[in-house]
T-cell receptor, first 113, second 113 residues
Framework: EAQVTQNPRYLITVTGKKLTVTCSQN?????MSWYRQDPGLGLRQIYY???????DKGDVPEGYKVSRKEKRNFPLILESPSPNQTSLYFC????????????FGSGTQLSVL | AQSVTQLGSHVSVSEGALVLLRCNYS??????LFWYVQYPNQGLQLLLK??????LVKGINGFEAEFKKSETSFHLTKPSAHMSDAAEYFC???????????FGTGTRLTIIP
């Protein structure tokens, strides 16, 4: 089954404690992206990657890091989380064509205390 | 720069009534336009997309949308609402050669029995 898998589904942490949210896709997609969803703000792009070792900033990259060492994986790293990073996070992937649909993971609800 | 405006953060309709969710876009080149739906506790999934072919686009679950260049609009409609249509709906825009997909702030659709 074609899918994007995110882990964990829920995460509660404290300010400053480094964390990683994993994302994996099994569709051999070139493009992967991270979004955060906040009430009233819709989805905002954090980072995206066009292929292995190619990443670029989205609209709200501050406080986040990503890496793309393998085509299937695109982890999101918060080196020193802060309460304003409490949000619902989605990973998504698609082929290299920008008119193709995005496949979304089920989301990670992060709370930073 | 591309952008999307969704009018109405909340829309309520009676079961069996017409559903109309509004989306206006801004783009400096011919756009690609998408509607995604998010059911509770799930990721987003594609309803339909416009990629410069037919201006009236049919999607899943009886939804359709019409691209109107003169009005820079891509409103989503369904002739008869069903209880299962209750969800949040997002309009999104991208452009050829631009890897960024910009989402609107979303419209929460409530169906009244």
């Amino acid at each position: 089954e074609a899918q994007v898998t995110q882990n964990p589904r829920y995460l509660i942490t404290v300010t400053g404690k480094k964390l990683t949210v994993t994302c994996s896709q099994n569709m051999n997609h070139e493009y992967m992206s991270w979004y955060r969803q906040d009430p009233g703000l819709g989805l905002r792009q954090i980072y995206y990657s066009m292929n292995v070792e190619v990443t670029d900033k989205g609209d709200v990259p501050e406080g986040y890091k990503v890496s793309r060492k393998e085509k299937r994986n695109f982890p999101l790293i918060l080196e020193s989380p802060s309460p304003n990073q409490t949000s619902l996070y989605f990973c998504a992937s698609r082929t290299e064509r920008s008119n193709e649909k995005l496949f979304f993971g089920s989301g990670t609800q992060l709370s930073v205390l | 720069a591309q952008s999307v405006t969704q009018l109405g953060s909340h829309v309520s309709v009676s079961e069996g009534a017409l559903v109309l969710l509004r989306c206006n876009y801004s783009s400096s080149v011919p756009p690609y336009l998408f509607w995604y739906v998010q059911y509770p506790n799930q990721g987003l999934q594609l309803l339909l997309k416009y990629t410069s072919a037919a201006t009236l686009v049919k999607g899943i679950n009886g939804f359709e949308a019409e691209f109107k260049k003169s009005e820079t609009s891509f409103h989503l409609t369904k002739p008869s609402a069903h209880m299962s249509d209750a969800a949040e709906y997002f309009c999104a825009v991208s452009e050829f050669g631009n890897e960024k997909l910009t989402f609107g702030t979303g419209t929460r659709l409530t169906i009244i029995p």
